[in-house]
């Protein structure tokens, strides 16, 4: 009697992960099946009337006269794979933003790898925003889960983490412009927290993986933080000319010998520089298979500034600014 009921005991064990394992199964390939959007999966704005207009109408005027004002300089033979873009209320940035979106207005991407810094949350490594989709004032954007799980499942450092997201703007105020200039895409929104050079190399890698010429990559980073209007002329044009130069680990070298310095009232170079960094190694990458550029054209991939200013350029405010650029990087079909 004994014997049979630990037999049968071992059954149910046995029995129990059979149906355990195929539930695990399950819900692993449902990342690759629509899910069900519930109020509770959707990411609501939490820089809407701060950093930009909460009302559509006022909104889309806005955005309107910042793109109407901004001109094409990028024509349309070029595949733009990365865009680099900063995030200060529209009052201050969106001039520069503008700038930067102008360049892909005509532009069919289906995919958008949103990268920045956390400014709100402090964490390890990556986090991968999981929700189903962002509101904005425009409507909403559905997320790339796919992708997004692709990019979570890279690195034991990576993982999702929408409470990291929740209350960061860097990424959110790039929404409304995208809503604007593109059609039918999907997000991958992505914080780095606290980094190592690997979680920066297995990111840039796992993005290359997933990267097509209908993906675009939105690097969302201001440039130096708080020094005077001159000073911050200065240091930008260093960091802007050594993303253009495009080696990342010559941006690195240049943003840690500015911060060593001592400049007056210089908090950063550029809050997204691990960010940066990541875009720049992906560009790398995509550069050295497109060494040479269509035929007949005396231009190849590489960098190029749409726009520079700063705060003071818009406020009028020249004690302490912030920097803001608009850089693309672009590959000759």
Request: glycine share 6%; with cysteine; aromatic share 8%.
């Amino acid at each position: 009697m004994k014997r049979i009921i630990i037999i049968g005991a071992a059954s149910l064990v046995v029995i129990s992960g059979i149906i355990f394992a195929k539930f695990k199964l399950g819900q692993k390939n449902d990342i690759n099946e629509p899910k069900k959007m519930t109020e509770k999966d959707i990411r609501q704005p939490t820089a809407a009337g701060t950093f930009y207009p909460d009302d559509p109408t006022e909104l889309k005027n806005k955005i309107s006269n910042l793109l109407s004002n901004s001109e094409l300089i990028i024509d349309n033979s070029k595949i733009i794979n990365l865009l680099i873009v900063p995030h200060a209320g529209y009052e201050y940035s969106g001039t520069v933003a503008a700038a930067g979106f102008k360049q892909i207005q005509t532009s069919n991407y289906d995919k958008v790898i949103l990268l920045g810094a956390s400014h709100q949350s402090y964490f390890e490594g990556i986090a991968v925003d999981e929700n189903t989709a962002w509101q904005t004032p425009l409507g909403q954007v559905k997320i790339d889960l796919v992708t997004a799980q692709k990019i979570a499942d890279a690195d034991e450092s990576f993982s999702f983490n929408s409470s990291a997201h929740s209350q960061d703007h860097s990424l959110e105020v790039q929404l409304p412009f995208l809503q604007t200039v593109l059609d039918n895409f999907k997000i991958v929104p992505i914080l780095l927290g606290q980094t190592t050079e690997e979680n920066i190399n297995n990111l840039a890698s796992t993005i290359h993986q997933n990267l097509d010429d209908n993906t675009l990559i939105i690097i969302s980073t201001d440039l130096s933080h708080y020094p005077s209007y001159d000073l911050a002329n200065s240091i930008d044009e260093r960091t802007i000319n050594s993303i253009l130069a495009g080696d990342p680990e010559k941006f690195e070298k240049k943003a840690n010998e500015q911060m060593s310095q001592g400049y007056p009232n210089l908090d950063t170079v550029a809050c997204a520089e691990k960010a940066v960094k990541t875009g720049m190694i992906v560009a790398q990458e995509l550069a050295s298979k497109n060494l040479r550029g269509s035929e007949g054209s005396s231009e190849v991939s590489g960098w190029r500034l749409i726009k520079y200013a700063n705060s003071g350029d818009a406020v009028g405010e020249k004690s302490r600014v912030v920097g803001y650029s608009s850089i693309i990087f672009f590959l000759n079909p």
